[in-house]
């Protein structure tokens, strides 16, 4: 029974900290992010992407392990754990910071699933298949993007703009009547940039943004870099299916003729996006934006508390802090013995120390008696006067 206490405590305790370096840690990683945004301008969308994604899994891994740190840095009970670092309020009150973050991250945990049924159902609700010669136009386009998979394409009477859900048995969802509405050439690109999707595998990395979200929920950084990342991922099917096709113009041209309207987020969606705008800027000026105002306001805001905080006092508190209760007693006795062992040296260094009194007095009769000496060779008495 004991022992199963000591676990749970343990575990609050370690997750406690776990949540307070990721802070700091997600400083880091709005660092690394500014640094990729602003020299890979020119760059193209994919490279960008690529590092957005390993900066955000670094950061991840590195969350991972700062709890398996806390975890075995202090095994022998609470009071090790609160006294040896600053944060003695955290230790205090781990198990209130676990079950607020618990509460929150089963809500949104909760919310995802019902989103991912509700999309499951997208699947089957008021579809049905498109034409025989439209199949064999998009089986042609999969094969032509290196996609084996076999892929079901349906009108739908329920989404408003064009999206692929799943990624095993994938699903392309056109709304209903819209084929009516485009050209041929509108309808390709369109295909083109649902296919896009399911080759990168991008609706199982959105799954995987989704849930890093809802577990680091209150981390700033992390809900702006799964933004920009979401962001690049729309680029990075742009670019392909502008590679693929060779007209840039027409495609800009299909982007602009779909009003923007939103789609579900863990949908990969052609229209839904609601950075529209910046992906045909992006697409006309042949580079990606930068930071803007806020951001860089943000990011200098963070490094002026940054260096603030790590040449706080405070910080440099834990060198000077008492031992834990927990400290053996044979430590406790070295520490004495050093002690003793300083001191006997120090006494042995300097044993006029203990003689300073009477050397002194010696010092002083010696003095007296040269004086003497020195008025008798004169041929005047010590005592007497002029």
């Not at 370096?21 to 960008?48: C, D, N, P, Q, Y």
């Not at 042609?140 to 408003?160: C, F, M, N, P, Q």
């Not at 700033?220 to 990075?236: G, K």
Request: glycine fraction near 8%; aromatic fraction near 8%.
């Amino acid at each position: 029974m004991m022992l199963s206490l000591f676990i749970q405590e343990k575990i609050t305790v370690a997750l406690g900290f776990t949540l307070l370096h990721s802070l700091w840690e997600g400083v880091g990683l709005a660092f690394l992010t500014g640094m990729i945004m602003a020299f890979t301008r020119r760059s193209g969308a994919a490279v960008r992407y690529n590092l957005l994604m390993s900066a955000l899994v670094l950061f991840v891994v590195g969350v991972f392990f700062t709890f398996l740190y806390e975890m075995e840095q202090h095994t022998t009970s609470q009071a090790d754990w609160v006294g040896s670092r600053i944060g003695g309020w955290i230790g205090e009150h781990a198990g209130m910071i676990a079950a607020v973050w618990f509460g929150v991250m089963c809500m949104k945990l909760i919310k995802l699933s019902f989103d991912l049924y509700a999309l499951q159902r997208l699947k089957v609700v008021r579809v049905k298949p498109l034409a025989e010669h439209l199949q064999v136009r998009a089986k042609h386009l999969a094969d032509g993007l290196g996609i084996r998979k076999i892929i079901r394409i349906v009108e739908s009477g329920i989404v408003r703009v064009p999206l692929v859900i799943g990624y095993i048995r994938p699903v392309i969802l056109i709304p209903a009547g819209m084929i009516a509405r485009v050209t041929p050439e509108d309808l390709e690109v369109i295909l083109l940039h649902e296919l896009a999707h399911i080759r990168r595998m991008d609706y199982l990395v959105n799954i995987f943004l989704r849930i890093v979200s809802i577990l680091l929920f209150f981390n700033p950084a992390v809900l702006w870099v799964s933004s920009l990342i979401r962001t690049e991922r729309e680029n990075c099917c742009d670019d392909l299916v502008i590679r693929h096709t060779g007209d840039k113009v027409d495609y800009i041209r299909a982007l602009l003729h779909f009003e923007e309207q939103r789609a579900p987020s863990y949908a990969m969606a052609f229209g839904g996006s609601s950075r529209m705008l910046s992906r045909v800027e992006r697409l006309a000026a042949g580079y990606s934006r930068t930071l803007n105002r806020m951001e860089l306001l943000i990011l200098t805001l963070l490094l002026v508390l940054t260096c603030y905080f790590m040449g706080h006092p405070v910080f440099s508190m834990r060198a000077s802090m008492p031992a834990p209760a927990g400290t053996s007693a044979r430590t406790a006795t070295s520490m004495q013995a050093a002690t003793s062992a300083r001191t006997g040296t120090s006494s042995r260094a300097s044993p006029g120390a203990q003689t300073a009194p009477a050397d002194g007095s010696q010092a002083a009769a010696m003095e007296t008696k040269l004086k003497a000496e020195a008025v008798a060779g004169r041929g005047r008495p010590p005592d007497a006067h002029p």
